[in-house]
Nanobody, 124 residues
Framework: QVQLVESGGGLVQAGGSLRLSCAAS????????MGWFRQAPGKEREFVAA????????VYADSVKGRFTISRDNAKNTVYLQMNSLKPEDTAVYFC?????????????????WGQGTQVTVSA
């Protein structure tokens, strides 16, 4: 079993920054790939970013490339999402996700474990 607990959400003005954290506990092999998804009101949950255990490989949704950066600290079992130049359309509940497989799998939405989510609201 893997438990994921997000933190760092909040209210920020457009153009501002936030850093989300996800503290993970459980079987390390089940956290080979970590990622972030988001769900805005009335919309489906969508992929945001993911990172492999080595941190060498990352992947981002086109909508956040150049603005968001995903990173992880394996010693702390924590994954981060640094969000800069935030826009009102980034407003959503952000979910941490874990997968024991490949980046391509989590990118396709195949997630083994989910966190409860943290709200990010960007005002215009």
């Amino acid at each position: 079993q893997v438990q994921l607990v997000e933190s760092g959400g909040g209210l920020v003005q457009a153009g501002g920054s936030l850093r989300l954290s996800c503290a993970a506990s459980g079987r390390p092999l089940s956290m080979n790939v970590m990622g972030w998804f988001r769900q805005a009101p009335g919309k489906e949950r969508e992929f945001v970013a993911a990172i492999a255990r080595s941190s060498v490989s990352t992947v981002y949704a086109d909508s956040v490339k150049g603005r968001f950066t995903i990173s992880r600290d394996n010693a702390k079992n924590t994954v981060y999402l640094q969000m800069n130049s935030l826009k009102p359309e980034d407003t959503a509940v952000y979910f941490c996700a874990a997968n024991g497989g490949l980046l391509s799998a989590i990118r396709a939405g195949r997630v083994d474990y989910w966190g409860q989510g943290t709200q990010v609201t960007v005002s215009a």
